[in-house]
């Protein structure tokens, strides 16, 4: 109408529009699945970890939260340990994502292995992990990051990046290589428990493969595959046991089981 706006930098900028990507490494059907989501989590976290196949960091994930009034934020994070428990980070309790787990305790992982043309989409519940994992953990970390958690207090705003090395100098002349940090209080390991785990591969003409892993609560006294296949027309398939390894064949599911069924979704 008048012109470009004087206030936007006249940039050589690639339009969003036209950038496309065709997928054709794969495709993913019910009977190409592990029995579980962790096994098949675990399958397709060891390809992505291969050296060489171009994913430069496999346990790098984007992990969303919101706060008590629903407001969202993300970032990406470092997964450190998986089973049949769920997904294990760790950070300062006290940072929004920190404080945000604690509020409204529900979040969701994404792993984009754009490398692998997949992803895997994680949503459930958040727990704080023991204290003895969280001190295990922390104690393997390297030295510098070990100071590292205790010299940043994670979201606060601060003057400058002198504040932050002035104060990392300071625990280092504490603590110096050698001597036993402690495990700040402060800081520690969330898990992320999933109700779904989907696994997306990219397929030809926008038309991906899309398989989820969903939990189904079960009464501890009855309700096996018969009233799931009832209640869920569309599962394409259904796993009876505990998340990480129990019996796939069918049966009835005690209190101490999980029962989960699997799902095609449209892309």
Do not use: C
């Not at 050589?12 to 989501?37: F, I, K, M, S």
């Not at 785990?197 to 009855?222: K, N, T």
């Amino acid at each position: 109408m008048g012109g470009p706006d004087p206030d936007v930098p006249d940039l050589d900028v690639p339009d969003p529009a036209l950038l496309r990507q065709g997928y054709r490494a794969g495709r993913l059907e019910p009977e190409h699945l592990a029995p579980t989501w962790v096994e098949q989590f675990a399958a397709w976290f060891i390809d992505a970890a291969t050296p060489g196949v171009g994913v430069p960091e496999a346990n790098a994930a984007v992990f969303a939260t919101a706060s008590a009034a629903g407001r969202p934020s993300a970032r990406t994070v470092l997964l450190k340990g998986f089973d049949q428990r769920g997904f294990v980070i760790y950070t300062n309790y006290a940072s929004r994502k920190g404080r945000e787990a604690t509020e409204n305790p529900f979040g969701s992982l994404v792993f984009p292995w754009y490398a692998l043309e997949r992803q895997v989409v994680v949503i459930g519940s958040i727990e704080r992990v023991s204290r003895a994992e969280t001190e295990r953990y922390f104690q393997s970390r390297p030295h510098g990051s070990q100071l590292g958690a205790w010299a940043s207090h994670q979201s606060t705003i601060i003057e400058s990046r002198t504040v932050l090395d002035d104060r990392a100098a300071e625990l280092a002349a504490r603590w110096p290589e050698g001597t036993r940090v402690p495990t700040p209080e402060f800081w520690g390991g969330l898990r992320i428990v999933p109700d779904t785990v989907e696994f997306w591969q990219g397929r030809a003409d926008r038309l991906h493969d899309r398989l989820r892993y969903r939990r189904v609560s079960v009464p501890a006294d009855g309700g096996g595959t018969d009233s799931l296949a009832v209640a869920d027309p569309d599962a394409t398939g259904v796993r009876v046991g505990d998340a990480g390894g129990g019996d796939a064949g069918g049966g009835v599911p005690t209190a101490a089981e999980d029962l989960w069924v699997v799902e095609r979704l449209a892309p």
